[in-house]
T-cell receptor, first 110, second 114 residues
Framework: AQRVTQPEKLLSVFKGAPVELKCNYS??????LFWYVQYSRQRLQLLLR??SRESIKGFTADLNKGETSFHLKKPFAQEEDSAMYYC????????????FGQGTRLTINP | KAGVTQTPRYLIKTRGQQVTLSCSPI?????VSWYQQTPGQGLQFLFE???????NKGNFPGRFSGRQFSNSRSEMNVSTLELGDSALYLC?????????????FGSGTRLTVV
């Protein structure tokens, strides 16, 4: 079955420190992977997708098919990065499907 | 262009009542998905519609239903409300079709059942 695992429910780092939010997935086909972010009192929004290989707000994520991982990284955390982060696996099997992990709440301490 | 619009933003209902939530997708998007978000369960998939057809359904009881209109607008209905149905209900739209482009989410409807 398709599954996304985010092992850390809570992650707290200091401003300026590196950040890594872990995501592992289970899918036998060719996955589409995404990171979504939800800032306080705002809507869930797409942060980045692996296929575009872009960097948004200093965040990057590399798909590692061997380790079935898609970890989100940022070299220097900023206070405005505090939010809820969701990793998601997208695929098409007769219908469009997007499976979310449980999310990681990231807190950046000043 | 306008984003995904969900109405109403907030709802308070009594156990046993029924409720209808509305979602207007981004213009041109043909796929609409619904999710239930709760602190304990996270984001749980409800169903996905494409061109007025339900293509996929999550593991929710039959009290949860939905539909999509010819203009891609979608509604979801919950009948015989239970306290556990209290949640943020999110609608997401995407171009649809055979590729997965990721979704654009609305702000959600917060349903409180008392």
């Amino acid at each position: 079955a398709q599954r996304v695992t985010q092992p850390e429910k809570l992650l707290s780092v200091f401003k300026g420190a590196p950040v890594e939010l872990k995501c592992n997935y289970s899918y036998s086909g060719s996955p589409e992977l995404f990171w979504y972010v939800q800032y306080s009192r705002q809507r869930l929004q797409l942060l980045l997708r692996h296929i575009s290989r872009e960097s948004i707000k200093g965040f990057t994520a590399d798909l590692n098919k061997g380790e079935t991982s898609f970890h989100l990284k940022k070299p220097f955390a900023q206070e405005e990065d505090s939010a809820m982060y969701y990793c998601a696996l997208g695929f098409f099997q007769g219908a469009q499907k997007l499976v979310f992990g449980q999310g990681t709440r990231l807190t950046i301490n000043p | 262009k306008a984003g995904v619009t969900q109405t109403p933003r907030y709802l308070i209902k009594t156990r046993g009542q029924q409720v209808t939530l509305s979602c207007s997708p981004i213009s041109g998007h043909r796929s609409v998905s619904w999710y239930q978000q709760t602190p304990g369960q996270g984001l749980q998939f409800l169903f996905e519609y494409f061109s007025e057809t339900q293509r996929n359904k999550g593991n929710f009881p039959g009290r949860f239903s939905g539909r999509q209109f010819s203009n891609s607008r979608s509604e979801m209905n919950v009948s015989t409300l239970e306290l556990g149905d209290s949640a943020l209900y999110l609608c997401a739209s995407s171009p649809g079709g055979g590729a997965n482009y990721g979704y654009t989410f609305g702000s959600g409807t917060r349903l409180t059942v008392v």
